[in-house]
């Protein structure tokens, strides 16, 4: 309930701003005579997706010796081939634009049918082992599996799990696999982040750029960043010329970004680079082995600096409040 | 508040509201301009983005500062002089930013306020501590008990409603202290439930200071429960019973518990429908969810991937009935409740459900073991394990 809003409403008729049809159907609203519970019902079909995918976890965990390992399999396999064989029934016809959903339920039947299947996969493989040494490349397969049904049916949770699957992939797959292509040291681990954020941000101008699922974009490119500057903020305490390095890569990352969002007007990446370039600076001043009260000092001079900075470049930027 | 800023906040509440018409399709781009016209801002504002990186920026400055200046003092009563002396020159710059300069939403200002309430909370529990008058106990609860009261002038003064929040917080960790704390966090909802209430919808009050009350209340009932929910009487969550010895309940007094908490859930979210009130019945929902919870603890009726797979489909099963219910009636609504999005905007939910998907589905990082055999764990069971650890 809102008064402030009832009553306008009565001075946006009385100033012929709103029609009174219009405000016929907008007082009950904000006197509170009608409330919508369409938040609520998603809220409620979401939780009851996790609740159920995480008792189906319990049950082949503390059962799988009692039950067996292939009626495990089959009987998730059956669910999850049930679940998205409904989806399927009722979708959408495919576009490459932004699909509302058929019903209200729909995206949860299908993230439940996802995430069956992706544990159906995963039982499959570490209880029989097809894959054997190779077991990793389950977790591209089922990223592959989700990117193709969230483009199919047009769902950005879908697709955000999809990328981060990816993303463990390349994760678990340098300290198992590529130890004889590559020293295995946590600088693999911390480039394979880069390569696949970048990977992300990519794929997100490419998505953008063919207008195909342009409102999946802002997922990857979110994601993509976060994976690159989240490794080379890690990288910065590295000791020696190697930290000093990735503090660089940082900060000119950090600016290049930065630069690119505001010339762009993307607020939040801006945001990501000034951040960045922030970090960058502080871990530079850190390794300077400046005494506590020199970077305290440091610390003060420079944000009061950027807020008055940044004062200036919001008046250009003008982000909508 | 002040009643500039109380008539600018009413002004913007008619512009967000103006917005989500816009965006649900009610009015078009000339009537959303002709209100914005009608109904101008006279604040400086910022952009979410940017009041973000304001607020981060102001704390470091400010915290950087302070860090300079205790750094120089030689005595801890040196340093609580030094936090009254910041807390009193900032809660002065928040009314000026707030006042003559028109700030609002800009983070900076937000970040300030924080400062003077943190610096002058430190500044009596640094003299509380050192003139050392009470026991150790009457100290830490004078520190929360003030704590609470400059959250609430904060509150009242600036209308941030998490200061609204963190007052009752306080407040309610303040009187735990008390003998009788229970009783309290039971007596003090009961009091003032019905008086946050008329608040919540008071036209005296701009949004901010509702919206204050709504977050009082808030507190007060998740207080009450905890009052009354039987694990946290046999816990003794409320009397922190490593420092009081409280003697066991009385058997009435704890069947009166197991009733309270299966019953209190229901009530909140009788008052939901009774009044059309969103907050009740999430909070009912809640609260719910937490006596569920609290029975699992005391009767295994069921093996746990049983009660989660029940509820989990029993949640669906609701959500699905409740929308049929609701479009099956008259204009798809009953009761004055409608499951057609009025003027919600989707976007906001959507991205709140990308984030908790992404961090409770993605696949956990785990050692690689020779050992065949099946690792799932519950929630976790939808990748078998990767890393994700740079």
Sequence with gaps: MNPDVAEAIDDLVRRGILPEDKATRLRPIARGELVSLYPELRLLFYIGVLLSTAGIGVLVKQNYENIGPVVIATALGAAALGTLFWVARTA??????????????????????VLL??????????????????????????????????????????????????????????????????????N?????????????????????????????????????????????????????????????????????????????????????????????????????????????????????????????????????? | MTPEAAHADRLQAVREAAGEWFRSGWINDAALRRIHEAYSDDRVRAGISFRILFFILTLCALQGAMGLLYMLTRSSLGIGVLALAAGVACAFVTDYMTGPLKRRQGGTEAAVSLFAVVQLTVAVVVVNHEAG?????????????????????????????????LASLLFFAGVSRLPFGRLMWLLIPLMLWRLLLGECDSPHLPPALRRCSAAILT????????AVNVYS????VVEFDLLFANPAPLPIVRWLSIALTCTVPGMVVWVGVRDRRRLFLNLGFLLGFASLVTLRQYVHLAPLWLVLVAGGLALIAAAALLKRLLDSAKDGTRGGFTAAPLHEDPRK????????SVATLTPESKPFSDKSGFQGKGGEFGGGGASGDF
């Excluded at chain 1, 077991?135 to 879908?158: E, G, K, N, Q």
């Design chain 2, 349 to 356: 939910q959507r991205a709140l459900e990308v984030l908790a």
């Design chain 2, 233 to 236: 009487l046999d816990h003794r």
């Design chain 2, 133 to 165: 008058l009470w026991s150790f106990e009457t100290r830490v609860m004078l520190d929360l008990l003030w704590a609470a009261f400059l959250s609430l002038a904060a509150a009242w003064r600036w209308g941030y409603w998490p200061y609204g929040a």
């Design chain 1, 188 to 321: 693999t681990v911390r480039w394979n982040a880069i390569c696949c954020g970048l990977l992300f941000v990519l794929l997100g101008r490419f998505l953008t750029r063919s207008a195909r699922k342009p409102h999946f974009a802002p997922v990857s490119v979110y994601l993509g960043w976060l994976l690159v500057l989240g490794a080379l903020v890690s990288g910065g305490p590295e000791p020696g010329w190697e930290g000093i390095a990735y503090v660089l890569v940082l900060g000119l990352t950090g600016s290049g970004l930065a630069w690119h969002s505001f010339r762009q007007r993307r607020f939040a990446l801006f945001a990501f680079g000034i951040l960045s370039l922030y970090i960058a600076a502080g871990q530079l001043v850190l390794k300077c082995s400046l005494d506590f009260m020199e970077s305290l000092f440091w610390f003060v001079v420079s944000s009061a600096g950027l807020i008055a900075w940044l004062g200036r470049v919001q008046r250009k930027m003008r982000e909508p409040v």
């Design chain 2, 219 to 226: 507190v007060c009932i998740l207080a009450f429960y905890a």
């Design chain 1, 117 to 186: 299947a992706a544990a159906d996969l995963a039982f499959i493989e570490v209880q029989f082992t097809p894959l054997g040494a190779s077991w990793p490349w389950h977790l591209l397969i089922v990223s592959f599996f989700m990117t193709c049904l969230a483009v199919r049916y047009d769902s950005r949770t879908v697709f955000s799990l999809a990328l981060s699957t990816f993303a463990a992939w390349r994760g678990l797959s340098v300290s198992i696999l590529e130890k004889q292509l590559w020293r295995a040291t946590e």
């Design chain 1, 92 to 113: 959408s016809p495919f576009s490459w634009n932004e699909t509302p959903a058929p019903y209200l339920a729909f995206d949860y039947l299908l993230l439940l049918g």
